[in-house]
């Protein structure tokens, strides 16, 4: 088989370029010229990755506060759950309520996410000739530099489809207008090719959620293995050695802290109260809590995937690559959504039966006290926990896939 050329790109969010990386390491591996287009400023985590960076654009800050609202309150209320239009994807919504959905998200995101990236992707892209472009699921402009070049191109996905799945139900609605398709089309006719759907949902779809938990349209997905990559990370020696008691994982991720206003749970209250239990408490905190009680232990970082497999039970967000971090390794979780995709996919986890969920709001010291018990106690959720992992685990490897791609 000839070595092919596969270009990734994604607008400069750790979280969802992550994902990619042993996708991209695989295909390396296997012999293949890989490169990961993104704006200046991120070449440096993608190279940290061990990946090639191509630096493209201009530069942009990139916060899910500029792209749910302009106005810094009323982001902090949109960030409960999918914003319109992405709600439809979990909840019936009507026609002009997605229409006007779909406005605001181009005009306050997907631009933001694309506009300085088109012109020297697809500069880039004719110059390089890729066979193969990945994109991440709202980094239209993969799309739009493969159309450019002739190039075939995939959409990647780091959680729930609702991207798919919203404009699917959007289309059937039979709208007047079409903010996104009126949008991308206009550059099918700068860089002279027609408009069509595989703009917004690819060629074809790769998507490493399991089946029990996955929230797909009427796509062409490919299946992948997730394989976490914490970013560049040393495992700590405390780490390699646990007491007799169990140990409780408490990690809320970096977008509460980086992009918004702080956790919606308070860290301290909560190891107050797990105090109160036989237990060893591990939590990953980005700012300092000050003092913790005797059987907590507080760091700013420790690699999920090394943290992970030595505990009885996780507390997170749900976010997507955190839970499927755990969820390799067979370990029952709570989880307290709060931001986008978040309380879907801890409400479809929940409905398999590996883990329980309490919304970000309802998430008080006690209750999560009384969840972490019965996570502990109940062998069910071990149980449900482990066929969550062999689920996991029987999906094609990113080197299967990467086989798959090439041919």
Known sequence: MRPVRVLFTTYPEATVFQPMVPLAWALRTAG????????????ATITAA?????????????????????????????????PSPYDAA????????????????????HKLNNFALVPGLVEFARAWRPDLVIWEATTYAGAIAA????????????????????????LALGPDSDPLADWLGSYGRKYGFDFDESLITGEFTLDALPGSLRLDADLDYRSMQYVPYNGPSAVPDWLQRRGDRPRIGLTLGTSATEQFAGYTVSVKDILTELSTLDVEVVATVADDIGSVPDNARVVPFVPLDALAPTCDVVIDHAGP????????????????????????????????????TLPGDQATPSAIREHVLRLLNEPE???????????????????????????
């Open 321 to 356: 690559g955190t839970f499927l971090t755990v969820a390799r390794h067979g370990v029952p979780q709570l989880t307290v959504p709060w931001t986008f995709d978040e309380p879907a996919l801890a409400a479809r986890a929940a409905a398999q039966g590996g883990s329980l």
């Open 90 to 109: 979990v909840r019936p919504a009507g026609v002009a309520t997605m229409t006007a959905g779909y406005e605001r998200m181009i005009e306050h995101g």
């Open 50 to 82: 061990g990946l090639t960076a191509v630096p493209v654009g201009r530069e942009r800050t990139n916060t899910w506060r500029r792209l749910l609202s302009l106005d810094p309150a009323e982001a902090e209320a949109d960030r409960a759950g999918l």
């Open 381 to 407: 959720f071990r149980e449900r926990a482990a066929a969550l992992r062999t689920e996991i685990r029987a999906l094609p490897t990113p080197n299967e896939l990467a086989h798959e791609l090439a041919r």
């Open 32 to 43: 293949h010229e890989v490169r990961v287009a993104a704006q200046p400023a991120f070449a």
């Open 147 to 170: 159309k450019a070049c002739g190039a075939a191109h995939a959409r990647f996905l780091w959680s729930l489809d609702v991207f798919g799945v919203t404009r699917e139900r959007f």
